[in-house]
């Protein structure tokens, strides 16, 4: 293929002029070369037929030997239809630029999303901080008045237990037998002494490290401004209290315990009486005993209700605290199952216990409790032909002084406790029974019943001790003959 130099000419060809003109005014637009010919090299690909332009094309010069050819038009492109538009194929530059600028585009796009997401955020930001402060300036606030309010109450709780300021109250106060911690917390509470008794007890408990502490019964004069362990020592035992033992025996009198209690330096006999005939107890069945109907004549109050036991108490104590400790251990013995068998019985408690006093004092062994139990029952319920009980023994009551033997002139003495001569039951008990003769004026038995078939109505204690039963007067007046006559040979074999 040869090739061409493009100049100017001097000399232009008229028929390829095209006007300078015309030329300017015609819009050249690039066109994208075909891919197959892009794909070509430079060499392989064909000269394009060059387009008329307003230049004149000169005439080239031949090698010399070679015929002169007729100067051609210069070259231009093939008036072959236009191949298929198609991308061109970037380049470098191209890409790189397309890079920047996607990402220029990216930025200005992300740039209003960033800018709302910050300002989002400040708000959150702010909105958390201001939560914050809150949470803060109430938990500040919180324990400001919790702490206000524990200091106050604690210089409350101070100000009572030590006495520090307060107002002057003097009180005069009684503690009864068996107070306890609260007892004499709501007596202080109530007396105005304390401001809160929980506070009183609590102190207590811990400051003693025991909830059962023992208060002495008594009056006393306290003072508002005296503090709670001033409180407990006037009210508790001191150094070198002394405790003294007492046995009261079964079947013992009132009169017999009040000497008893006296002679081991226990109280008064007048403020024995007095506690026994007035002193209002707090007890169940003192109100059973108040409310019932009573004979007249009956010598003391409590008389059978005195449990006799052994009893540990303060050689400083109270008549009526001593008296406490018996009517609670009687209230300890005397059990429901006790006031079911009176309905069964058809009695009341006061008649249930003066029948034990008597069975008491009439038996030797209690053995024979139940079988003298039974023979006072049918009297009490065969009372149109036995009327009278006729116990020796509450004749013995109703002398000033204990016989051993009992004369006619006793007999006949005029007490309504003399069964001789008054009917049915005494007014009052004649001693302080114990359990097992209370059990057997609940449940009788009937000894002669038992072997011949026959009741008993009569009877009388032998020489060894023993009651012997008689269910006629015949029988009874043998009985007691043979009894006479065995003390006369006992007595007669002891001189010989």
């Given at each position: 293929m040869q090739e061409f130099e493009t100049k100017n000419q001097p000399n232009q060809d008229p028929e390829i002029l095209v006007s300078q003109k015309e030329a300017n005014s015609v819009p050249v637009t690039p066109k994208a070369e075909p891919a197959e010919y892009a794909a070509q090299t430079p060499a392989a690909r064909p000269t394009p037929a060059r387009p008329a332009t307003s230049a004149p094309s000169r005439a080239r010069r031949m090698p010399s030997g070679t015929a002169q050819q007729k100067p051609q038009p210069p070259l231009q492109a093939p008036a072959a239809p236009a191949p298929e538009k198609q991308e061109a194929k970037p380049s470098v530059k191209d890409a790189v630029q397309a890079l920047f600028s996607d990402k220029k585009e990216r930025k200005v796009?992300?740039?209003?999303?960033?800018?709302?997401?910050?300002?989002?955020?400040?708000?959150?930001?702010?909105?958390?901080?201001?939560?914050?402060?809150?949470?803060?300036?109430?938990?500040?606030a919180f324990v400001l008045v919790v702490s206000g309010f524990?200091?106050?109450?604690?210089?409350?709780?101070?100000?009572?237990i030590f006495a520090f300021v307060k107002d002057e109250v003097t009180v005069e106060v009684?503690?009864?037998?068996?107070?306890?911690?609260?007892?004499?917390?709501?007596?202080?509470?109530?007396?105005?002494?304390?401001?809160?008794?929980?506070?009183?007890?609590i102190y207590t408990?811990?400051?003693?490290?025991?909830?059962?502490?023992?208060?002495?019964?008594?009056?006393?004069?306290l003072?508002?401004?005296?503090?709670?362990?001033?409180?407990?020592?006037?009210?508790?035992p001191r150094g070198g209290r002394t405790i003294v033992s007492v046995l009261i025996p079964e079947g013992f009198t009132v009169d017999q315990i009040i000497d008893l209690l006296v002679e081991k330096g226990i109280g008064t006999r007048e403020g024995y009486i007095d506690a026994i005939q007035n002193y209002d107890y707090n007890y169940?069945?003192?109100?059973?005993?108040?409310?019932?109907?009573?004979?007249?004549?009956?010598?003391?109050?409590?008389?059978?209700?005195?449990?006799?036991?052994?009893?540990?108490?303060?050689?400083?104590?109270?008549?009526?605290?001593?008296v406490d400790k018996m009517l609670a251990a009687f209230q300890a013995n005397f059990t429901e199952v006790y006031n079911d068998r009176l309905t069964e019985l058809n009695m009341n408690m006061d008649e249930v216990i003066i029948l034990a006093s008597i069975i008491q004092r009439e038996a030797h062994f209690s053995s024979d409790m139940y079988y003298i139990s039974?023979?006072?029952?049918?009297?009490?319920?065969?009372?149109?032909?036995?009327?009278?009980?006729?116990?020796?023994?509450?004749?013995?009551?109703?002398?000033?002084?204990?016989?051993?033997?009992?004369?006619?002139?006793?007999?006949?003495?005029?007490?309504?406790?003399?069964?001789?001569?008054?009917?049915?039951?005494?007014?009052?008990?004649?001693?302080?029974?114990?359990?097992?003769?209370?059990?057997?004026?609940?449940?009788p038995e009937d000894k002669l019943m038992e072997s011949r078939g026959v009741k008993s109505y009569y009877f009388v204690a032998g020489y060894d001790g023993y009651s012997i039963f008689g269910a006629t007067a015949s029988e009874h007046a043998a009985n007691i003959a043979k009894v006479a006559a065995d003390k006369e040979a006992a007595k007669a074999k002891s001189n010989a």
């Open positions: 796009e992300e740039e209003p999303k960033k800018e709302k997401a910050s300002k989002k955020e400040s708000k959150t930001d702010r909105g958390g901080i201001v939560v914050s402060v809150l949470k803060a300036l109430v938990y500040i524990l200091a106050v109450y604690g210089i409350r709780v101070a100000n009572d009684t503690v009864e037998e068996g107070d306890t911690l609260a007892d004499i917390a709501d007596m202080l509470y109530n007396e105005g002494l304390v401001e809160n008794a929980d506070w009183f007890r408990e811990f400051k003693y490290r025991k909830s059962t502490l023992e208060f002495v019964p008594g009056t006393y004069t003072n508002s401004t005296m503090n709670y362990k001033e409180y407990i020592t006037m009210l508790t169940e069945f003192l109100d059973v005993l108040d409310s019932i109907e009573k004979k007249e004549g009956r010598k003391y109050r409590l008389e059978g209700y005195l449990f006799p036991a052994k009893y540990d108490v303060y050689q400083d104590s109270s008549e009526i605290a001593v039974g023979v006072f029952h049918n009297r009490l319920n065969n009372s149109a032909n036995f009327p009278f009980l006729g116990s020796d023994a509450t004749v013995q009551y109703a002398l000033p002084e204990h016989k051993e033997e009992l004369t006619k002139e006793d007999l006949a003495v005029d007490s309504p406790y003399n069964t001789h001569l008054y009917k049915g039951l005494t007014p009052g008990a004649i001693c302080n029974p114990g359990l097992e003769a209370i059990t057997a004026a609940l449940y």
